[in-house]
């Protein structure tokens, strides 16, 4: 494979949401936060929507669960890209997949949220008419325990005995919008590959490799983490704060190094203004490593200062490595394109 390393960072706006509620109190779920506000989405949480989002498209290649590891890195690839720690056996594989938490960058306001679960009308067994429970209670508590508290119908005055658990349920739940900075390293070397070391009469003699696949098949699990990236949703609280999660301005890097440049590139000030000079200056210096591709697409209106962005983008884009693509879904096109020696797709 010609490649090291794929670095993906990147940027996505989200209207109120709680994506991955921090600790908070019995009755109030909170937004994680750092730096005295800002919220961010734990880089545990990110990588359980990436495998959550792969598996949708590929539910037959994941063997196994997190938590029952198989250790079959050939074959599953819960256990090949995600990593795993067989606690029986104390065997571990680090995951080729490193994550960062998703960082909100703007200082908006935090909105709290009223849950209320309503207490809904029982029927009366005695003269079949619906009423409200917590008016028939025979003392004020707002818990009435099934089979043991005496509801007294209002209908017919008759007492009966609660058929359920019944209980008004109060919370709040913390809200925010923002707009939320994040990377995805994946280590090509080591998808589908464990190595060993090698003895050979008593001797360290090289490693030597217990599990590997096929490039095709290395391939094929690239593309799945790409795609993954973009399909990114499966966050807590979506089923009534659902957002949308899939980057609205990224930046993907096909490295023959690996490391982790890229992901000091797509930092915003608390205004919403990408800092252009530091995009122009981390990109360049990717750039004069050797062999290095980068693609880069975006969704208009999200950046503050896009003007600004957009014409260093166009500087950038007389470099021959680097790829202006028209819109996210292209700029992941383009770099699948080129992992596979289809054409580059730019624009
Ligand atoms: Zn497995
Ligand atoms: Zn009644």
Excluded at 166 to 188: E, G, H, M, P, V
Aim: aromatic share 8%; with cysteine; charged share 25%.
């Amino acid at each position: 494979m010609e490649y090291k390393s794929i670095e993906v960072s990147w940027i996505f706006e989200t209207d109120l949401t709680n994506m991955n509620a921090g600790e908070g109190s019995t009755n109030l779920k909170e937004i994680k936060s750092y730096n005295n506000g800002l919220p961010y989405i734990s880089g545990q949480s990110m990588r359980h929507a990436l495998r959550s989002s792969i598996k949708r498209e590929y539910k037959d290649e994941f063997k196994c669960t997190p938590e029952f590891p198989c250790g079959d890195i050939e074959n599953c690839w819960t256990c090949d890209l995600f990593g795993y720690l067989l606690p029986s056996s104390g065997d571990k594989r680090w995951s080729p997949i490193k994550a960062s938490p998703a960082l909100g960058q703007i200082r908006y306001p935090i909105t709290n949220d009223l849950i209320f679960r309503m207490v809904e009308d029982i029927k009366c067994p005695n003269c079949n008419k619906k009423f409200y429970p917590l008016e028939g209670r025979e003392n004020k508590s707002v818990k009435i325990k099934k089979d043991e508290t005496d509801l007294t119908c209002p209908h017919c005055g008759k007492k009966s005995k609660a058929p359920y658990d019944i209980r008004q349920a109060i919370a709040y739940k913390q809200l925010i919008k923002n707009i939320y900075k994040s990377n995805i390293s994946i280590d090509l070397d080591n998808i589908g590959l464990e190595e060993v070391p090698k003895i050979s009469n008593g001797k360290l003699a090289g490693v030597e490799n217990i599990a590997s696949i096929a490039t095709e098949e290395k391939i094929k699990r690239i593309i799945a983490i790409l795609n993954g990236i973009y399909n990114l949703s499966d966050f807590a609280n979506q089923s009534r704060e659902m957002v949308n999660a899939s980057p609205d301005l990224v930046i993907i890097g096909l490295q023959k190094y690996y490391n982790h440049r890229l992901a000091s590139t797509l930092k915003l000030d608390e205004d919403g203004n990408i800092n252009t000079e530091q995009f122009n200056s981390v990109v360049n210096d990717a750039l004069n490593l050797e062999g290095t591709k980068i693609y880069v697409g975006y969704i208009k209106g999200v950046i503050k200062n896009e003007k600004d962005f957009i014409d260093s983008l166009k500087n950038l884009n007389n470099h021959d490595e680097f790829i202006l693509c028209e819109g996210p879904r292209k700029a992941f096109d383009s770099a699948i394109a080129s992992l596979t020696g289809d054409s580059d797709g730019s624009s």
